[in-house]
């Protein structure tokens, strides 16, 4: 089955604790990319990636780190997470191509205190 | 910059009955894609509908259609024979290229039985 994953689905931490999640995809696509989605703001792109070992900053990156070593895989990381990340965070992924529509992971809900 | 305006933050319907959302955007482009998307209480987006913009007829979907008015830069969703499992949070998205897809801020629909 087609589909992109995401890891935690739900994470509770603390201000200052790094963390990582994870995005994976099994439709061999070049193209993921890390939204964030807040109440009364709809959903805002952090970083994408259109291929191994390319990055870009999306509208909203201050305070998020990608990396896109194998194609498959796109892990968002904090280094040091503030209560102003808390969100609720997709991946979503797609081939490269204006045709295509982006395939959308189940969300994470992180909560930072 | 591209920007999506969806400025109805609810609406209800009664069920069986139509309704439409409405969005509007802004862009300097002739040529991009614009999307529905519905987003169930469990948190999953979900393509509900796509138009390209070059082309005039507008899309279907069963009961789903949108009104596009290019010139007016006017992209509805109109849900026909409403039923219960259509309430959701409803994002309205545009697109040109692959870099990102560019949101508005929803609307929630509610479904009155």
């Known amino acids: 089955e087609a589909q992109v994953t995401q890891n935690p689905r739900y994470l509770i931490t603390v201000t200052g604790k790094k963390l990582t999640v994870t995005c994976s995809q099994n439709m061999n696509h070049e193209y993921m990319s890390w939204y964030r989605q807040d109440p009364g703001l709809g959903l805002r792109q952090i970083y994408y990636s259109m291929n191994v070992e390319v990055t870009d900053k999306g509208d909203v990156p201050e305070g998020y780190k990608v990396s896109r070593k194998e194609k498959r895989n796109f892990p968002l990381i904090l280094e040091s997470p503030s209560p102003n990340q808390t969100s609720l965070y997709f991946c979503?992924?797609?081939?490269?191509?204006?045709?295509?529509?982006?395939?959308f992971g189940p969300g994470t809900r992180l909560t930072v205190l | 910059a591209q920007t999506v305006t969806q400025s109805q933050p609810e609406m209800s319907v009664q069920e069986a009955e139509t309704v439409t959302l409405s969005c509007t955007y802004d862009t300097s482009e002739s040529d991009y894609y614009l999307f529905w998307y519905k987003q169930p209480p469990s948190r999953q987006m979900i393509l509900v509908i796509r138009q390209e913009a070059y082309k005039q007829q507008n899309a279907t979907e069963n009961r789903f259609s949108v009104n596009f008015q290019k010139a007016a830069k006017s992209f509805s969703l109109k849900i026909s024979d409403s039923q219960l499992g259509d309430a959701a949070m409803y994002f309205c998205a545009y697109n040109f290229g692959n870099e990102k897809l560019t949101f508005g801020t929803g609307t929630r629909l509610t479904i009155i039985p």
């Open positions: 979503a992924s797609s081939r490269v191509g204006r045709t295509d529509t982006q395939y």
